[in-house]
């Protein structure tokens, strides 16, 4: 992460945004996703890496290939979460985030974005399915 310290130091990035991506990562989003990414600096932290930030628990258990689900699933959803971001950013917004990220090391709570987040994008059932199978592995 110094790298990305540097640059946030530099203005290359914000503390808050959708995080910096592969193209092949990014290339997953539909194209009105992809103009939202380019709405905002990318960030160390952000709403989809707080939702997402033990993604390897979604994979357990699921019924079909692990790169199928996340082009299915996963993705689009993160992309919802990066536009309403973009929608939503604020000072406020990325005060809550960071708070939120620093209270994800202390605490197993996966819901408590949802809960300071009242318009976030519901988690699609299949992916709450997936991550509930995830925990009892």
Same mark, same amino acid.
């Given at each position: 992460? +110094?790298?990305?310290?540097? *640059? +946030?130091?530099? !203005? *290359?990035? %914000?503390?808050?945004?959708?995080?910096? $991506?592969?193209?092949?990562?990014?290339? =997953?989003?539909?194209?009105?996703?992809?103009?939202?990414?380019?709405?905002?600096?990318? !960030?160390?932290? !952000?709403?989809? %890496? #707080?939702?997402?930030?033990?993604?390897?628990?979604?994979? &357990?258990?699921?019924? +079909?290939?692990? &790169?199928?689900?996340?082009?299915?699933?996963?993705?689009?959803?993160?992309?919802?979460?990066?536009?309403?971001?973009? $929608? *939503?950013?604020?000072?406020? @917004?990325?005060?809550?985030?960071?708070? #939120? @990220?620093?209270?994800?090391?202390?605490?197993?709570?996966?819901?408590?974005?949802?809960?300071?987040? =009242? *318009?976030?994008?519901? $988690?699609?059932? @299949? +992916?709450? @399915?997936?991550? &509930?199978?995830?925990?009892?592995?």
């Amino acid at each position: 992460e +110094i790298p990305q310290l540097i *640059n +946030i130091f530099i !203005g *290359n990035m %914000s503390v808050v945004g959708p995080r910096p $991506l592969m193209k092949v990562d990014f290339m =997953k989003f539909s194209p009105e996703v992809q103009a939202r990414f380019y709405e905002c600096k990318p !960030g160390l932290t !952000g709403i989809a %890496s #707080l939702i997402f930030r033990d993604e390897e628990k979604y994979y &357990h258990d699921i019924q +079909i290939d692990p &790169h199928e689900f996340d082009r299915l699933y996963i993705a689009p959803y993160k992309g919802k979460l990066e536009a309403w971001y973009a $929608l *939503n950013c604020s000072f406020k @917004t990325d005060f809550l985030i960071i708070l #939120l @990220t620093a209270a994800a090391v202390f605490s197993s709570d996966q819901k408590m974005a949802f809960r300071v987040f =009242k *318009n976030l994008p519901p $988690l699609p059932e @299949t +992916i709450a @399915t997936a991550h &509930h199978s995830g925990e009892r592995s």
